[in-house]
Each structure stands twice: as C-alpha cells, then as structure tokens.
C-alpha cells in the first residue's frame, strides 16, 4: 500500500521531509527511545512508545495515520518501522533519528533539552 505522505522506496524519511509534515499535521511521530532519553530532550508533539513495549502497544496507534517512527540515531527505529510495516501501518524510520534532528538545528523540547546518550 502507497504511503499517502512519501511517495518513494525504501524506509526511511530525512528531517527535511519530516519537519514540514509534523507542521502540517500529517503524520504521526512515535519515539521508541526509553524513559530517560524522552525526558532528557524529544521532538515536540512526539508519542512516546519505548521499543521494548511496540508488540503490546502497537493498537494504541492509529492505523490510517502515517508513522514516523524516532530514535537516537535510526536503528532502533528501523527495526520498529519494520516491525509496523508488517503488521500493516504505514511506517516510516527518521534517518539519523534525533541526532539528525538536533544537528540541523530544530528545537527540542522542553527548553533546553538535549539528546541523551543511549
């Protein structure tokens, strides 16, 4: 099934693409890193989702929604948006996770958050 958000291969989405769709309202942020990296600094309007808890909380997530799915660097989200692909959710993996976020010199919340490391 086409994404209706990104039309193109693979599994992975950039910043710049994400960063315009979060405006918009158009997609779904999920952040699988644990408790204490979520506290330390996050993506504004993030859903916090830990990895070690997808299987059993995945039905909290909306199924018509497109899911970007959010880590420290893009491996464990790579593997949780495969994870969703599979069970029928269009997801999708930020490449560099929030990292890359952090890097291009978008905010964190709440003021003065950082990325913890893992």
Request: net charge negative; with cysteine.
């Amino acid at each position: 099934m086409p994404s209706p958000v990104f039309d193109q291969p693979g599994l992975e989405v950039d910043v710049d693409q994400l960063a315009p769709e979060l405006e918009r309202g158009s997609v779904v942020l999920v952040d699988v890193r644990e408790p204490y990296e979520w506290d330390a600094g996050r993506i504004d309007g993030a859903v916090h989702l830990p990895l070690s808890e997808l299987s059993a909380r995945a039905g909290e997530l909306d199924r018509d929604a497109t899911l970007v799915v959010q880590c420290r660097i893009g491996g464990r989200s790579a593997v949780a948006a495969q994870a969703l692909r599979q069970a029928g959710y269009d997801a999708w993996s930020l490449r560099g996770g929030i990292l890359a976020w952090d890097a291009s010199g978008r905010p964190l919340s709440p003021d003065g958050g950082v990325v913890a490391d893992h």
